[in-house]
Structure formats: C-alpha cells, structure tokens
C-alpha cells in the first residue's frame, strides 16, 4: 500500500559520498574485506510514521521492522521464533500467555526494556482514542474492552509480574493472538506515555526519530530520499555485523543502473521485465523469489448505491481479464485470486470450492442487464432505467507501474461492457488520505496485506467499517454482512486449524460470490542482490528477519 522518488541522474559521486559506501555486485573489496554499509531500496518513500502501531504503509513497516523489536519474529520458515521474548508459555486451557524480557534488552537511548513497555504498548492498542488498525489484537483481553470504553483505568488482564516478566490473560481463546500480539513492536513507554494517543499521528518529531530496542538506530530521515541507520553497539540479539544500512528511494526504471552504479545491494525488482531481471542475474547479481504477503485488488465503495448490485459486481469479474494481467503485467510471476485470503495460506479453499470467474465478455454484459444497466442509446456507455451513465471514477497510486498498468487494462476491459471508467492518478498518501481516511472514491486499487494468522476482522468484519469523514477504518469498501461476522468470531474462538480452515472456507464463499472487491492476482515477491551479500533470508512475512547478521565481504 505505497510517493516522492529522487532521479539517478545527479552526479553518482554525489550519491554515494551521501548515502555512506555504497557498494554492489561490481565494487571490488580485498579478501575477507566487510563492507561496512548495505543499501536496501525501495521504489515506493516511506511516510515517515514510524510508529508501528498508527503506520499502515509497508516502507514505513520495513524501517520498523530494523529499528523496533516484537515478542516473537517470524524466522525465514515462516515460523514464531522467540525474539525481545526470551520464552513464552501457553497456559493449558489457551487463555492466558505470559512472556519472559530478555534480560539485555535497551532501547537506543540506554534505558532497559521491560514488561511495563509491553504492557503499555498492548494497553495503548486498547485506548478508546487509538487511530491505528489493531485494537482487534488486544481486543479479547480481559478487561480490554471495559477499558476501550472508558470505564476502567487499567486493563484487568494484562499482568506484569516482575521486571521482566508479563501475563496476558483472554477472556476466552483467542486464535491468533500467539502470532499477533507475538509480532506487535514494541513501544518505549518512557517516550510515547509523555504523549496522549489520540495525539501520536501529530508528533511528527517523534514519529521521523523513533527510539527501538532492534538492530539499528535510525540516524536520518530525508522525506522522499533515503533513511540512514546504524548499528546498535548493545543489541540483545547479538552483534550486528554491519555498522550501517540505508533505505534509498529510486525510481523502479532506474534500478539497473543503480546496480551498475554501486550504489545499492537490495532491490524490489517486482516492477522490472522479466527481460531485465534476468539480464541482472546474467551478470552475476542473486535472485530471489517467495510469496507475497499481499494480493493486487479493485475495490468498490459500497456505500454508492450504483455498486450495491452484486450482480454489477460480478460483471465486473468476468469482464476484467485477470489471465491477462497475469501473463502481461507481471509476464506470469505470480497467481490469479478468487477470495481475500492469501493463495499460500493453510487457510486458502480448494480452488473447486470457488467461482474462478473467468473472462466472459458477454456474461458480463448479461449481468449487467440483469443489474439494470443497458446501452440504448447506441453511445457504447450503458444506462439505468434513469438515463444515468455508469461512469465510474478508479483511484490508483502513481509511481508503481504494476498498478497504473492493471488499472489501464482494467479501464478498457469496462469499456468493452460499456462502463466509463477514468483513472484518477495520485501519489499514495493521498490515495490513503482520501480512500482510507474519506471514504471519497467509487472504485480504488490498492495491495491487501495479510498477516501470518489468516483472521481477516481486522479487513472484514462490520467494525472495520468507518463511514466518519477523517476517521480511518480498514474494511475500507464498507462491506456490512452479519453472517461472515459469525464465522469470523467463531474462526478466532478455536486454535485447532482444520476447524478453523473449514470455517475460513465458508468465508471465503461468500466472498467469492458477494466481490465486494474485484480480486485480481497475487505478485511473487522478487529480489536481485549482491552476490556477496550474506546472511540475507528474506521471507513472505519477514523480510529483515536476521538482519543484524547481514554482511557484504
């Protein structure tokens, strides 16, 4: 979900000498030589909320993901592996999980992290002023909600036992708790506590200069250009091997010459052709694929009568040629969806159990007579019964071409069934500011990111919903159905996973059927690097998993 990009062609001198020892495939080092920067980049500027419990866009979590450390991690096996926690314990009935601090633990100002930051953390979550997405987490804690509504001061059911030491107690099980709050970064209290939380989004100082317990330390934040950091002399989980790394903003198309250039290590090559990807690795570059932990979508504003017809909707499926999109946009690197679900999750249905809406031009024409549209004056644009055109605005992101490209294909697929559609072209923190924040759009592209438990409240369940100017909610289309409610409560009361799979399935059902958003395809995750670059073991869910061990020799 993702602004301002700087142009390569400034003196490569220049960039180098300011973003410190850039290196790459083609600089050569003497034997045994550790280089002492690794630049990582991105195509997409991070907003600078770098705050992980209020940022909602994936470059902001990617400098949290160095700076900040959670309970758990996620290891390059898609696994929990303990990380600030040195151990955990599930009690035997499931309802309460209590966790031991690592002892050595400091945030990058010298004080030590202990249980009073985990519980203020968690505690924030619950805050009734809390704007960010994951009240849901810490919802099921015992006296969570009595607190959310203001009346207690305290939540009963977070515990701090000793200085390093804290019980979570639930008030029933609560499935995907062991990975959600397991992976929720933690927050220093003696920082964020001096500040209320429905004030945080305003703290910008705060916000661009955050003060973790991880790896690094951020060092400098430069809006649409690059964030520096450096290794932590004293971090818990050991040395960190290289003294510094960099975030470097570039522009997708200039991402070979970057390389060519020695001026990065890492980079997000989703964007490139196949043609150029290879050509990288032809010339000694490492190439890397996993599955994404987002899929590409089209969502429609439920709240515009013109789009409550499911049958429209469904029109829209099968007139959006997906298989195409598939070959040509992304040239095959990645896989059609047909349910909000991640394709590599346990939780995903047989693809049997699902409409695969394939491309049908004239079922989608009928659908859309039975819908109510119909072109009978002869302009190639249907109408309601009203005279009405259906003419429908689609926001997408510029600066990622992966979209603009869908939505252009998306744009003449409509045509084809006599739907206007114009694109309106907007960099991605207004896309958020007016989608995510206004609810002002009819239809909208976007990336739906998943997590590593599949409960998907926190995206589709009806308090998800916002319909308040200025107040973000993250079941953005506003879809409202009391029976996907039911399942997504029960699916989160069992931790037994073939349960929960079957209740995901009849979820996923009636998504299928209801398309509350156009599902398009999910895009493999691919990175060139560094030949020389150890230690890199990136994953769907964590890509800066070891990343204290990283080092170029």
Same mark, same amino acid.
């Given at each position: 979900?993702?602004?301002?990009?700087?142009?390569?062609?400034?003196?490569?001198?220049?960039?180098?000498?300011?973003?410190?020892?850039?290196?790459?495939?083609?600089?050569?080092?003497?034997?045994?030589?550790?280089?002492?920067?690794?630049?990582?980049?991105?195509?997409?500027?991070?907003?600078?909320?770098?705050?992980?419990?209020?940022?909602?866009?994936?470059?902001?979590?990617?400098?949290?993901?160095?700076?900040?450390?959670?309970?758990?991690?996620?290891?390059?096996?898609?696994?929990?592996?303990?990380?600030?926690?040195?151990?955990?314990?599930?009690?035997?009935?499931?309802?309460?999980?209590?966790?031991?601090?690592?002892?050595?633990?400091?945030?990058?100002?010298?004080?030590?992290?202990?249980?009073?930051?985990?519980?203020?953390?968690?505690?924030?979550?619950?805050?009734?002023?809390?704007?960010?997405?994951?009240?849901?987490?810490?919802?099921?804690?015992?006296?969570?909600?009595?607190?959310?509504?203001?009346?207690?001061?305290?939540?009963?059911?977070?515990?701090?036992?000793?200085?390093?030491?804290?019980?979570?107690?639930?008030?029933?099980?609560?499935?995907?708790?062991?990975?959600?709050?397991?992976?929720?970064?933690?927050?220093?209290?003696?920082?964020?506590?001096?500040?209320?939380?429905?004030?945080?989004?305003?703290?910008?100082?705060?916000?661009?200069?955050?003060?973790?317990?991880?790896?690094?330390?951020?060092?400098?934040?430069?809006?649409?250009?690059?964030?520096?950091?450096?290794?932590?002399?004293?971090?818990?989980?050991?040395?960190?091997?290289?003294?510094?790394?960099?975030?470097?903003?570039?522009?997708?198309?200039?991402?070979?010459?970057?390389?060519?250039?020695?001026?990065?290590?890492? !980079?997000?090559?989703? /964007?490139?052709?196949?043609?150029?990807?290879?050509?990288? @690795?032809? +010339? %000694?570059?490492? #190439? *890397?694929?996993?599955?994404?932990?987002?899929?590409?979508?089209?969502?429609?504003?439920?709240?515009?009568?013109?789009?409550?017809?499911?049958?429209?909707?469904? !029109?829209?499926?099968? /007139?959006?040629?997906?298989?195409?999109?598939?070959?040509? @946009?992304? +040239? %095959?690197?990645? #896989? *059609?969806?047909?349910?909000?679900?991640?394709?590599?999750?346990?939780?995903?249905?047989?693809?049997?159990?699902?409409?695969?809406?394939?491309?049908?031009?004239?079922?989608?024409?009928?659908?859309?007579?039975?819908?109510?549209?119909?072109?009978?004056?002869?302009? %190639?644009?249907?109408?309601?019964?009203?005279?009405?055109?259906?003419?429908?605005?689609?926001?997408?992101?510029?600066?990622?071409?992966?979209?603009?490209?869908?939505?252009?294909?998306?744009?003449?697929?409509?045509?084809?069934?006599?739907?206007?559609?114009?694109?309106?072209?907007?960099?991605?923190?207004?896309?958020?500011?007016?989608?995510?924040?206004?609810?002002?759009?009819?239809?909208?592209?976007?990336?739906?990111?998943?997590?590593?438990?599949?409960?998907?409240?926190?995206?589709?369940?009806?308090?998800?919903?916002?319909?308040?100017?200025?107040?973000?909610?993250?079941?953005?289309?506003?879809?409202?159905?009391?029976?996907?409610?039911?399942?997504?409560?029960?699916?989160?009361?069992?931790?037994?996973?073939?349960?929960?799979?079957?209740?995901?399935?009849?979820?996923?059902?009636?998504?299928?059927?209801?398309?509350?958003?156009?599902?398009?395809?999910?895009?493999?995750?691919?990175?060139?690097?560094?030949?020389?670059?150890?230690?890199?073991?990136?994953?769907?869910?964590?890509?800066?998993?070891?990343?204290?061990?990283?080092?170029?020799?």
């Amino acid at each position: 979900m993702k602004g301002k990009i700087i142009s390569l062609f400034l003196s490569t001198t220049l960039l180098c000498t300011s973003l410190t020892g850039c290196s790459s495939k083609g600089v050569e080092n003497n034997e045994g030589e550790v280089k002492d920067t690794i630049v990582y980049s991105m195509n997409t500027a991070p907003q600078g909320i770098f705050n992980p419990l209020i940022s909602n866009i994936a470059n902001d979590h990617y400098v949290e993901s160095v700076v900040y450390a959670s309970l758990m991690t996620v290891n390059d096996q898609g696994e929990l592996e303990t990380y600030l926690a040195d151990e955990y314990k599930v009690s035997d009935d499931q309802k309460t999980i209590t966790y031991k601090i690592n002892e050595d633990a400091k945030w990058h100002d010298g004080e030590d992290v202990t249980a009073e930051d985990v519980a203020f953390t968690f505690t924030s979550m619950a805050s009734g002023d809390y704007t960010g997405g994951y009240y849901g987490d810490v919802q099921n804690i015992k006296g969570a909600e009595a607190y959310h509504d203001g009346k207690v001061d305290e939540i009963e059911g977070i515990k701090v036992i000793d200085e390093n030491t804290i019980e979570i107690e639930f008030n029933k099980v609560h499935a995907p708790a062991v990975t959600n709050l397991g992976t929720v970064q933690i927050l220093p209290e003696h920082i964020w506590s001096e500040v209320a939380v429905g004030e945080w989004t305003n703290k910008t100082d705060l916000l661009n200069n955050p003060i973790g317990c991880g790896p690094y330390k951020l060092t400098e934040y430069k809006s649409g250009s690059h964030v520096k950091f450096e290794a932590t002399s004293d971090f818990f989980g050991g040395e960190v091997k290289t003294k510094n790394l960099v975030f470097k903003v570039i522009n997708a198309d200039t991402t070979q010459a970057e390389f060519k250039n020695a001026s990065i290590d890492i !980079a997000n090559v989703e /964007a490139l052709s196949k043609v150029d990807v290879d050509a990288l @690795v032809e +010339e %000694g570059y490492k #190439k *890397i694929a996993f599955d994404n932990y987002m899929f590409t979508y089209m969502g429609f504003n439920l709240r515009k009568e013109e789009l409550q017809d499911v049958k429209l909707r469904q !029109a829209f499926m099968h /007139a959006i040629n997906r298989q195409a999109i598939v070959e040509n @946009v992304v +040239e %095959g690197r990645g #896989k *059609i969806v047909n349910a909000p679900i991640l394709p590599s999750s346990w939780a995903y249905p047989e693809e049997s159990e699902l409409d695969e809406y394939e491309y049908d031009v004239e079922k989608a024409k009928d659908l859309l007579k039975e819908a109510g549209w119909e072109d009978k004056d002869g302009d %190639g644009i249907v109408e309601n019964s009203n005279g009405e055109k259906l003419e429908l605005s689609l926001v997408c992101q510029t600066g990622h071409p992966v979209r603009e490209k869908t939505a252009v294909v998306i744009q003449e697929n409509l045509k084809a069934i006599g739907v206007n559609i114009e694109i309106d072209s907007m960099e991605f923190s207004s896309v958020m500011d007016q989608v995510v924040a206004n609810h002002e759009f009819d239809l909208y592209m976007m990336g739906n990111t998943l997590s590593l438990d599949p409960d998907p409240k926190s995206m589709w369940h009806s308090d998800a919903i916002s319909n308040e100017k200025g107040v973000v909610g993250y079941n953005i289309v506003a879809y409202d159905n009391k029976e996907t409610d039911s399942l997504i409560e029960e699916g989160n009361a069992t931790l037994d996973q073939k349960e929960r799979k079957e209740i995901y399935t009849k979820f996923a059902k009636i998504l299928n059927e209801d398309v509350p958003e156009a599902y398009l395809f999910c895009q493999d995750i691919e990175r060139v690097y560094n030949s020389k670059l150890e230690g890199y073991k990136p994953s769907t869910f964590n890509e800066f998993y070891n990343v204290h061990n990283w080092v170029i020799k």
